[in-house]
Structure formats: structure tokens, C-alpha cells
């Protein structure tokens, strides 16, 4: 914590400064991201801050369907789907340095969602869009999607068989936000973690779980 780094009122004043200066959230927030305008984020709903920071934090090379100056919210239609993407891109933090020994813990979210969304299960056409080793394609895809005024789109899981996710591309639409079950993820070596349940988790259905 900052608090912990102070030595008095004064530096912990401009610790928190500092830290705000680069909180990605509060810029955008403030009207200074190039990627999303204040107008589209929200605010004085439960949860605001977490739907924000959504969109605000993007990865610097952008996840499948968003790039690096515009986030979105991820999600999957059941919590199995979301466990196995959690999995994925935790492990490949790991695979950078080559060492499999930690141990995560992770809060489930919950959503709901009543707007109309593209649905690109089924369709060849995309079938560039779901490479696991690319999101070139997918990219693309919603960039013109986001300028042809989507909410966003739900497609098959590239990382668990038959799971179904969905890429929401507008804050105002990731409806009655709040906590599910946490998960606790542990790397032993091996890039499989261990994933069990928290002592909170029972089993919900039906709404998406972001990850």
C-alpha cells in the first residue's frame, strides 16, 4: 500500500498523485484516453469503477477483439468457459519466464446483458477471427463492427470446447455488475494449473461470468 512507502501526510499526498496520474481508469474518467470519451464510460451505478476499468486498461497489443487504446468486457456463458480462459492467459505470463509456481486467486463477476450482439457462432466467414495464435482478424473485425455502432459480439471459445464468450463493446450496456465466487489457481511446475473452488462458490447459471 502506499501508506507503507510514506514517511508523512505530505509524500503520501503526492504518492497518491502520482498514482493517479497514471490510473489508467481516472484518466479516462477525465476525458484524456484517446480510445473512449467520458461520455461513453459510466458512472453512480454499483460496480462503476470495475465496468471503467474495462475499458480503460487494454492490453498495449489489444485482446481479440479490441485494440490497444480501447478495452472491452469479456465474458463467457458459463463459468467452466471462464475458468479455462482465465487459465490460458495467466499461464502464458508464466511461459514468459519460463516458471510454473504461484498461486492466484480470482473473483467471478457477474453481468447481465438485454441488448442484441453480433453472434459469429456458426459462420465460416469469421473462422480467421478465432486462431488462437492471432487476433490480427479479429481486430479488424471489431474495429469496423465499433464504427458501425455494435454493443459488441458473442462467439465460440478458443480455449474451451463447445464454451461460448462474449466481447462487449460498449460500457453502458454491462448491466447490474456484481460479485460471484471466487477460484483459486496454482501453477506446481506445469503450465495446468490446479483450479478449486473458494469457500464462497456454489454453482450459478445463465449469466456471464467475466474473467
Same mark, same amino acid.
Given at each position: 500500500?502506499?501508506? %507503507?512507502?510514506?514517511? %508523512?501526510?505530505?509524500?503520501? *499526498?503526492?504518492?497518491? +498523485?502520482?498514482?493517479?496520474?497514471?490510473?489508467? &481508469?481516472?484518466?479516462?474518467? &477525465?476525458?484524456?484516453?484517446?480510445?473512449?470519451?467520458?461520455?461513453?464510460?459510466?458512472?453512480?451505478?454499483?460496480?462503476? #469503477?470495475?465496468?471503467?476499468? @474495462?475499458?480503460?486498461?487494454?492490453?498495449?497489443? =489489444? $485482446?481479440?477483439?479490441? *485494440?490497444?487504446?480501447?478495452?472491452?468486457?469479456?465474458?463467457?456463458?458459463?463459468?467452466?468457459?471462464?475458468?479455462?480462459?482465465?487459465?490460458?492467459?495467466?499461464?502464458?505470463?508464466?511461459?514468459?519466464?519460463? #516458471?510454473?509456481? %504461484?498461486?492466484?486467486?480470482?473473483? @467471478?463477476?457477474?453481468?447481465?446483458?438485454?441488448?442484441?450482439?453480433? +453472434?459469429?457462432?456458426? +459462420?465460416?466467414?469469421?473462422?480467421?477471427?478465432? %486462431?488462437?495464435?492471432?487476433?490480427?482478424?479479429?481486430?479488424?473485425?471489431?474495429?469496423?463492427?465499433?464504427?458501425?455502432?455494435?454493443? =459488441?459480439?458473442?462467439?465460440?471459445?478458443?480455449? $474451451?470446447?463447445? *464454451?461460448?464468450?462474449?466481447?462487449?463493446? #460498449?460500457?453502458?450496456?454491462?448491466?447490474?455488475?456484481?460479485?460471484?465466487?471466487?477460484?483459486?489457481?496454482?501453477?506446481?511446475?506445469?503450465?495446468?494449473?490446479?483450479?478449486? @473452488?473458494?469457500? $464462497?462458490? @456454489?454453482?450459478? *447459471?445463465?449469466?456471464?461470468?467475466? #474473467?
Amino acid at each position: 500500500m502506499l501508506a %507503507d512507502l510514506a514517511e %508523512d501526510q505530505a509524500t503520501l *499526498g503526492d504518492l497518491f +498523485d502520482l498514482d493517479n496520474a497514471t490510473n489508467e &481508469r481516472l484518466r479516462g474518467e &477525465r476525458g484524456l484516453l484517446p480510445g473512449i470519451g467520458m461520455d461513453e464510460l459510466v458512472f453512480g451505478v454499483p460496480n462503476f #469503477r470495475i465496468i471503467n476499468a @474495462a475499458f480503460t486498461y487494454a492490453r498495449p497489443e =489489444g $485482446s481479440r477483439f479490441n *485494440g490497444p487504446e480501447r478495452g472491452a468486457w469479456y465474458c463467457s456463458l458459463e463459468i467452466e468457459t471462464a475458468l479455462a480462459e482465465v487459465s490460458f492467459h495467466k499461464t502464458v505470463e508464466y511461459q514468459e519466464i519460463g #516458471r510454473y509456481d %504461484d498461486t492466484v486467486t480470482y473473483e @467471478a463477476l457477474l453481468a447481465d446483458f438485454t441488448s442484441e450482439f453480433h +453472434d459469429l457462432r456458426g +459462420d465460416a466467414r469469421f473462422a480467421r477471427c478465432f %486462431d488462437p495464435r492471432s487476433y490480427v482478424a479479429s481486430q479488424r473485425l471489431a474495429e469496423k463492427l465499433l464504427e458501425a455502432s455494435s454493443v =459488441g459480439v458473442i462467439y465460440p471459445s478458443v480455449r $474451451s470446447k463447445a *464454451g461460448t464468450n462474449l466481447a462487449c463493446f #460498449r460500457p453502458a450496456v454491462v448491466g447490474n455488475v456484481r460479485r460471484g465466487d471466487t477460484w483459486r489457481f496454482t501453477w506446481t511446475g506445469t503450465e495446468t494449473p490446479r483450479v478449486e @473452488a473458494g469457500k $464462497s462458490a @456454489a454453482k450459478r *447459471g445463465g449469466k456471464p461470468q467475466r #474473467r
